[in-house]
């Protein structure tokens, strides 16, 4: 049988006997630890000639005790002394490996890879759109009115008061900096031609589709992550509810009705700040401004817009709720979510304008 790591204290010294091991210093750990921490805070000699085997667990205990430096006085055989010698060499601190530098290919790839993961999401959010569609179309009774018409209040009537402050300030804008170029080119009547067609077929439908991705986009993802977040998605599955069709779809189909009548009511808005301005700069009266805008502005330009305005609430709804879903159950995950839905909703958006801008180049603009 092994003898037990013994520990005995003389006049000027202490003696260690006993093998000391990790396996036999277990047992007796913490009262080692302690005896070892008390003696060496004195100047004594330590004798461990008596010790019949020394492991590196147990040599790492007598450093650190030791404060990490030799003894003045120590008795010891060569083989422990050398066991001892390999734990001082050891560094005090192990720096931490350096990250390697990120290199492009990686950097691109990894976007690429999250890219494609999204765009998989919302492709698989929209299928599940259209399969409870089609059975809210067989079952009209189980279609959630309520949710639906909620949504469109929230989505489309309380943003009225924004949308229309900065459409006008738009307008005003545009006509105001127009007015400056076409004076000099004693062009002033064509201001109704630009306001008309960069209002009603540009600037309305993306000003108001940024305006909503950065309110109700947010609003979405934020609702549905702390619904992920207190497990209230998880309770709706429990109890046999459909998330899609009591959460997803009411939202989908509120922001996608709201967003054409928003995109109307903010060019209007724009236009009226547009003719104030032109007022101002240019004498151009409100009457001749009304009368020669559906001369200059062909028809077709307003369907493009609320087009465009049915098309960017639809998408805006889809990547709000896709990244909501997202959240995992913790407040980091639910801030970076739903600053990524912003993001990716507003370039979403950019994208799709410009799909319009080539596939309707020669819809609704004036031929001379």
């Not at 192990?94 to 390697?100: E, G, N, V």
């Not at 994208?351 to 801008?357: E, N, P, S, T």
Request: hydrophobic share 55%.
């Amino acid at each position: 049988m092994k003898a037990l790591p013994r520990l005995s204290i003389e006049p000027g010294r202490v003696i260690l006997a006993g093998t000391w091991t990790l396996a036999a210093m277990l047992p007796q750990l913490a009262e080692l630890q302690a005896q070892l921490a008390e003696r060496s805070r004195q100047a004594d000699a330590w004798d461990l000639s008596a010790v019949s085997r020394l492991d590196s667990a147990a040599a790492v205990l007598l450093w650190r005790a030791w404060g990490g430096a030799w003894p003045e006085q120590l008795q010891v055989s060569e083989v422990h002394k050398a066991v001892l010698g390999r734990v001082a060499a050891l560094p005090g601190d192990i720096p931490a490996p350096a990250a390697p530098p990120p290199r492009l290919p990686e950097i691109v790839g990894n976007l690429v890879l999250k890219a494609m993961a999204n765009l998989r999401g919302m492709v698989a959010l929209f299928g599940q759109l259209l399969l409870d569609l089609g059975y809210l179309l067989r079952h009209p009774a189980e279609v959630p009115w309520k949710e639906c018409a909620a949504n469109v209040y929230k989505a489309g009537a309380q943003a009225l008061p924004v949308t229309a402050l900065v459409g006008f300030l738009i307008g005003v804008t545009l006509s105001y900096l127009s007015a400056l170029q076409l004076k000099t080119l004693g062009a002033d009547l064509f201001i109704v031609n630009i306001l008309g067609i960069s209002i009603i077929r540009e600037l309305g439908p993306v000003l108001v589709a940024v305006l909503v991705a950065g309110r109700s986009g947010s609003a979405m993802t934020a609702q549905i992550g702390v619904m992920r977040v207190t497990e209230e998605i998880d309770a709706l599955s429990t109890m046999g509810v459909s998330r899609s069709i009591r959460v997803i779809f009411p939202k989908i189909f509120g922001l996608t009705a709201a967003m054409p009548l928003l995109v109307l009511w903010t060019s209007a808005v724009a236009l009226f700040g547009g003719m104030l301005a032109a007022l101002l700069q240019l004498d151009l009266s409100l009457v001749y401004f009304v009368e020669n805008l559906p001369r200059a502005v062909p028809v077709a330009n307003l369907h493009i817009g609320l087009g465009k305005g049915l098309v960017f609430g639809f998408l805006i709804a889809l990547v709000a709720c896709h990244f909501g879903l997202r959240v995992k159950p913790n407040t980091e995950s639910l801030s970076a979510c739903t600053t990524s839905a912003v993001v990716t909703a507003i370039t979403t958006v950019i994208l799709a304008d410009a799909i319009f801008a080539i596939l309707t180049r020669h819809i609704g603009v004036p031929q001379l």
